[in-house]
């Protein structure tokens, strides 16, 4: 159980353009999705939580017109790369958890490379 | 501020042994702690969490172990399986607030 679906998993594209990433979870209804990014052989660095329904929380330092995310449903989160740049070359790595209690359960992440 | 720290960046074991890995936190106000495993390209799957209101939680070949005077949690793993080679990450949060994870331990188990 406890399955979540990261879409794509890797996506190579020209500088500029915007991308748009998917999280499902899909056995359950996650109230609240996360999406993290990491640098190589760095730890996962949280860029925002998203509940249901409501705008997502950005952590400090991340741009919120850069990175648009959307929560439309309690089984989808999509995050959307504008206009990406090299810099924004990464690992994204999305979670989802049912509950306050309960623990986050992370998709299998989407690599973006802007050439 | 690294309120999560996760101090050997790498781990070899020797299959059939017990590989323990540790963390330690400086946030006492954290209340709920997890491990989670991570192979290259792909998300962290979760293992094992603990509430701070215990200071052992089994399951299976895992178990965490949480003292809570410390500020200190491990995860033992035991016997060591070459499959278990992997980075491990721990992390805690605050009721409902954000995890905050350490920097990871790669472990290797050599056959």
């Known amino acids: 159980g406890a399955v979540v679906s990261q879409h794509p998993s890797w996506v190579i594209c020209k500088s500029g353009t915007s991308v748009k990433i998917e999280c499902r979870s899909l056995d359950f209804q996650a109230t609240t999705m996360f999406w993290y990014r990491q640098f190589p052989k760095q730890s996962l660095m949280l860029m925002a939580t998203?509940?249901?329904?409501?705008?997502?929380?950005?952590e400090q330092g991340v741009e919120k017109d850069k990175f648009l995310i959307n929560h439309a449903s309690l089984t989808l989160s999509t995050l959307t790369v504008t206009s990406a740049h090299p810099e924004d070359s990464s690992f994204y790595i999305c979670?989802?958890?049912?509950?306050?209690?309960?623990?986050?359960?992370f998709g299998d992440g989407t690599r973006l490379s802007i050439l | 501020d690294q309120q999560v720290k996760q101090n050997s960046p790498s781990l070899s074991v020797q299959e059939g042994r017990i590989s323990i890995l540790n963390c330690d936190y400086t946030?006492?106000?954290?209340?709920?702690f997890l491990w989670y495993k991570k192979y290259p390209a792909e998300g962290p799957t979760f293992l094992i969490s603990i509430s701070s209101i215990k200071d052992k939680n089994e399951d299976g070949r895992f178990t965490v172990f949480l003292n809570k005077s410390a500020k200190h949690l491990s995860l033992h793993i035991v016997p060591s399986q070459p499959g278990d080679s992997a980075v491990y990450f721990c992390a805690a949060r605050q009721g409902a607030q954000k995890l905050v994870f350490g920097q990871g331990t790669r472990l290797t188990i050599n056959p």
């Open positions: 946030n006492s106000m954290f209340d709920y």
């Open positions: 979670s989802a958890r049912s509950g306050v209690g309960q623990p986050q359960h």
């Open positions: 998203s509940n249901e329904g409501s705008k997502a929380t950005y």
